[in-house]
């Protein structure tokens, strides 16, 4: 088999590496928390914070864990333990594969949820036995509501969702990196973007859309406080995937030819159209039926809001399986990169052939998401730290795990590694141009550390 322990695979194109990476970042939480997280912290005003962070956090640690990927050319682990043996940086490395593990194990089953709406769509269960008074506009929306949460509070339907979720994951990753997860990410991407850039079409078309689109993004600044700061810095992280050892990994696939900086640009650029885009497509929609006054979280504005406005469309089962099937494959891209990181990992540390480390990372997962998803359900009672287990780990992660991540990636690069190590990562041993590397070193030195810490200590407030 072409799949032996010690040869290193790469991405086949440039256009497959962007894909991939891009895959990665365009997920879940860009696509369904950024909209619902810019208009409440100020539409416009949100979404110049954000780049702001994105800017002075996101590009900077993205292009260090590009660094210490394509460098070290080991998994998040090894790839540390390479370039400075015998030190304790790898620690962080190991835990960004324990919290990637953690992020996957709750995300299979949120991804597990727009399979399900994604087959209730085509089967046309969605919008079957839906009161008389459906078309009165907040009645449709209990009932879109009442389904979501009869939905998640079984057992036995999420359960399965999750579980094809983890078997198409399997399926995908063990074709490897080009015939998998390239391959793959080549025609979901370019199918996403299609499938948005039309559904932003048709919304902006209804009518009443302006408003729609001045109620996401007319600056508020007085909605502005230090927690909206928090919030886009985390988002920074979060919708860019970093701090999870992902970029770490894909970027040991990365040939040595790739230009880190230009792809580093390429990918946070599309990645925040594609977020905005989520919000054209929403918020004109929802403004247009007057369905401002529903929830406005993500998951409601998708699973209950966005079917209600589907309703009001003609052929709602068209939209509902265009949109359903959009999500899905973000969700897709994105399992299939947080998934990598301890396949690498398992099969760098433990010299084992791809498909052995594939089911040795996912099969346990079988049960830990069927344990986060029974939280809903079944095993509700169970609380730590008077959460649910699902949202325990949501928070575990997201406000502790991934800025210790991030932060020790920083200090890393700005202190600990060797001096060359990002100069000749940005510049490809000197054949690029090197205006990059002062002001990344610069924000991974001390503004990103500073960033981080605010997040820190605003958490533990
Ligand atoms: N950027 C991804 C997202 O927005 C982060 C992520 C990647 C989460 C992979 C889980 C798995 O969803």
Known sequence: MSMSTDKKQFFNSKIGLVAATLGSAVGLGTIWRFPAEAQAGGG???LLIYILCVLVLGIPVMLGEFAI???????????????????????FGGLAVVASYLIMAFYMVVAGWTLEYLWQ?????????LGQSANDVGVMDNQFAQRMSQYVEQ????????????????IILLGG??????????????????????????????????????FFLNPDFTKVTPGVFIDALGQALFSLSLAMGILITYASYYPPTTNLVKTSVVVVAMTIVIAVMMGLLIFPAVTSFGLTDHGLSGTTLVFVTLPEVFMNLPVPQLWAI???????????????????V?????RDRFKVRR?????????????????????FSTLSEIKIGGRIIFDFLDSATNNYMLPAVAMGTCLYLGWGAPHNLLKDQLTNDGTLSSWAVRPVRFALRYIAPAAILAIFVWNML
């Open 69 to 91: 990927g394509r460098a070290g050319r080991s998994d998040a682990v090894g790839s540390f333990r390479r370039l400075s043996p015998g030190r304790p940086w790898w620690m």
């Open 44 to 46: 416009g005003a949100f």
């Open 322 to 340: 265009l949109f359903f099937g959009l999500l899905f494959l973000a969700a897709m891209t994105s399992t299939v990169s947080i998934a990598e």
């Open 342 to 346: 301890s396949i690498a990992f398992v």
């Open 121 to 129: 769509s085509i089967s046309g269960g969605l919008f079957e036995g």
């Open 155 to 170: 057992p036995w339907a999420p359960l399965i969702a999750t579980w094809a979720v983890i078997a198409i994951n399997i």
């Open 355 to 375: 498909p052995t480390a594939v089911l040795t990372v996912l099969l346990p997962l079988v049960v830990l998401s069927a344990v986060c998803s029974l939280s």
């Open 177 to 214: 990196v080009q015939k998998g997860i390239e391959r793959m990410s080549n025609i979901a991407m370019p199918l996403l973007f299609v499938l948005l850039l039309g559904f932003v079409c048709v919304s902006l078309s209804l009518p009443g859309a302006g408003q729609g689109v001045d």
